[in-house]
Nanobody, 125 residues
Framework: EVQLQASGGGLVKAGGSLRLSCAAS????????ISWFRQVPGKGREGVSC????????YYEASVKGRFTTSSDNAKNVVHLQLSALTPEDTAVYYC??????????????????WGQGTLVTVSS
């Protein structure tokens, strides 16, 4: 059974850091692209990053580029998202999701077949 389990969220002050993890089971993360999305109440789900061995460098949403870093630990079958220099605008529920390739339309959430349950990141000012 394919499952994605997101964890690592919490409360952090502005300027702080967190590391989110997406633990996969039922498939190898090395064979797929794993993305992070985030969502705040009343807004749509926003693509944050996408990583795949077949896409070269990871993709990032413009507002997080240089602050967030995604990486894949294939031995543990986990994809991480390191969040740094956090601002209150980064407050959201963060989800990981699976697709076959990132590509230029990686941020379109309709391309994803499995989603994790989400982990809440709250950044205080």
């Amino acid at each position: 059974e394919v499952q994605l389990q997101a964890s690592g969220g919490g409360l952090v002050k502005a300027g702080g850091s967190l590391r989110l993890s997406c633990a996969a089971s039922g498939f190898a993360v090395d064979d797929y692209a794993i993305s992070w999305f985030r969502q705040v109440p009343g807004k749509g789900r926003e693509g944050v990053s996408c990583i795949s061995k077949n896409d070269g460098n990871p993709y990032y949403e413009a507002s997080v580029k240089g602050r967030f870093t995604t990486s894949s630990d294939n031995a543990k079958n986990v994809v991480h998202l390191q969040l740094s220099a956090l601002t209150p605008e980064d407050t959201a529920v963060y989800y990981c999701a699976r697709t076959k390739l990132c590509g230029s339309l990686w941020y379109v959430h309709g391309h994803y077949d499995y989603w994790g349950q989400g982990t809440l990141v709250t950044v205080s000012s």
